[in-house]
């Protein structure tokens, strides 16, 4: 079975400032890794996913992730935040192969971006 | 393409009413995913469709909760009684398959039970 920690639930920030959100994982097989933002009163967008090859992934609106199998992490970052970030952002997990392949969520951190 | 859709968009009940929920998938996506989605907290699996087969309904409340897929396109979603601890947002997706493709979501259904 898979599990996702994300160490933060809240994270304030002023605008422009850098960010990371921390994710770690657990799992007994590989994985496929992602990052979903979620609007206030939005459904869930993929922001970015980790499938194999580079470690570094880069998605949209300037998010990068990077994964590091020995640390069982997946930390999200971007270098320059804006007030138009605030959202809160899951990580989540889905194993390698196989018919299920269902997506495990983290509990999600809450960015607030502050001018 | 479109998106998900996902209907209605917010509905209120009192406890030990029935209510149920409707998804349309994106077009093609043969693998269709339920998901409640409790205030403060991450999606959880409820159920997960390949074509109009169930392949995990394992954390289901089936004494309560129900779903169908017919044709392998639509689905809905029933909770009969509804329970206060059903409040919740409850959250449709999508994918080609399973593994690395990612998940295409609704807009959801926020329940709020009374």
């Known amino acids: 079975a898979q599990s996702v920690t994300q160490l933060d639930s809240q994270v304030p920030v002023f605008e422009e400032a850098p960010v990371e959100l921390r994710c770690n994982y657990s799992?007994?097989?590989?994985?496929?890794l992602f990052w979903y933002v979620q609007y206030p009163n939005q459904g869930l967008q993929l922001l970015l996913k980790?499938?194999?090859?580079?470690?570094l992934v880069k998605g949209i609106n300037g998010f990068e992730a990077e994964f590091n199998k020995s640390q069982t992490s997946f930390h999200l970052r971007k270098p320059s935040v804006h007030i138009s970030d605030t959202a809160e952002y899951f990580c989540?997990?889905?194993?390698?192969?196989?018919?299920?392949?269902?997506?495990?969520f983290g509990k999600g951190t809450k960015l607030s971006v502050k001018p | 393409e479109a998106g998900v859709a996902q209907s209605p968009r917010y509905k209120i009940i009192e406890k030990r009413q029935s209510v149920a929920f409707w998804c349309n998938p994106i077009?093609?996506?043969?693998?269709l995913y339920w998901y409640q989605q409790i205030l403060g907290q991450g999606p959880k699996l409820l159920i997960q469709?390949?074509?109009?087969?169930?392949?995990?309904d394992s954390q289901l409340p089936k004494d309560r909760f129900s779903a169908e897929r017919l044709k392998g396109v639509d689905s809905t979603l029933k909770i009969q009684p509804a329970k206060l601890e059903d409040s919740a947002v409850y959250l449709c997706?999508?994918?080609?398959?399973?593994?690395?493709?990612?998940?295409?979501f609704g807009s959801g259904t926020r329940l709020t039970v009374v």
């Open positions: 989540a997990v889905s194993a390698f192969g196989g018919s299920q392949g269902n997506l495990i």
């Open positions: 980790y499938l194999s090859g580079s470690t």
């Open positions: 799992s007994s097989v590989s994985v496929y």
């Open positions: 997706a999508s994918s080609l398959g399973t593994g690395g493709y990612g998940y295409t």
């Open positions: 469709f390949q074509n109009n087969g169930v392949v995990d």
């Open positions: 077009s093609g996506h043969a693998t």
